[in-house]
């Protein structure tokens, strides 16, 4: 049963904060730190660690990024998001359980850096690029990579359709600040560009047989775009805007919650 007590809202609640403090770091050394973001997503934390109170700051990310994919989970599993169980929905709760996965992974990257067992790790992408080169060595493992690959694409033009019609708005308070609605609008597109990256790194790797080394990580994928001119600078911006609209989620999101008689409330139009 899902957690439906103010501590699991507390939770989410923090996660977003995580959510904000690690998009608006990425777009901030993206636009400052050249040799950080070629790290890729170590470099982001590298960054946190440097920080007055660094490692208390990523403690609370592990917490955070961690409550955040159980929730992600919970919208898998319990529907608690009201995406319904026809086709579409369950399109969008497999989303939200994949968004649990990746947030679950930084949430394990966090603790390596706050625990110190990450400072001295390897490469920017190594574990993506590791568990990339595992699927390859299945006899379909190039189509998985390529059809996980199509699955970013599609999670790019739902970003870009959220960003376009605002359709996020329904699950934010009516109090939020008045500059939601256009952080939301530079954040998705922003996320939308990166995720094409991202699934074009899988399908030259599992279906151009560019190899393992090609998959990029929200870090990598940033660092990609870094000769791109105009195209890396917009990117890096709207991904700190979207780390203040992800502030803005931290206090203003309304958390749903099942009633007694395992329904969910209906967000506002």
């Not at 770091?25 to 730190?33: K, N």
């Not at 996320?191 to 094409?196: D, K």
């Amino acid at each position: 049963m899902v957690d439906k007590s103010e501590k699991f809202n507390w939770l989410v609640r923090v996660g977003y904060f995580s959510r904000a403090i690690l998009y608006f770091v990425l777009g901030l050394i993206a636009l400052t730190r050249a040799d950080r973001v070629a790290e890729g997503t170590n470099g982001i934390f590298r960054a946190i660690e440097d920080y007055p109170a660094g490692t208390a700051i990523l403690w609370l990310m592990v917490v955070g990024l961690a409550a955040y994919a159980l929730f992600r989970f919970a919208s898998l599993f319990f529907d608690i998001e009201n995406n319904g169980s026809d086709a579409k929905g369950w399109a969008r709760r497999v989303g939200h359980g994949g968004s649990g996965i990746a947030h679950l992974a930084l949430a394990y990257s966090a603790y390596q850096f706050a625990s110190s067992t990450g400072s001295s790790g390897g490469g920017s992408g190594g574990g993506a690029q590791q568990a990339a080169s595992g699927i390859l060595s299945f006899e379909f493992g190039g189509i998985v990579l390529g059809l996980l690959g199509i699955a970013f694409f599609g999670a790019a033009i739902s970003q870009a359709k959220k960003a376009i019609t605002g359709s996020f708005m329904n699950r934010i308070s009516r109090d939020a600040p008045d500059g939601t609605r256009w952080l939301g609008l530079a954040g998705f597109l922003a996320r939308a560009v990166v995720y094409v990256v991202i699934g074009w790194s899988l399908v030259r790797a599992g279906f151009m047989s560019s190899g393992a080394s090609q998959v990029r990580t929200l870090g990598d994928a940033v660092a990609s775009l870094a000769g791109e001119g105009f195209i890396f600078t917009l990117t890096a911006i709207g991904l700190m805007l979207f780390g203040l609209f992800s502030l803005v989620l931290a206090r203003y999101r309304i958390i749903p919650e099942m009633s007694s008689q395992g329904k969910v409330p209906k967000f506002r139009a």
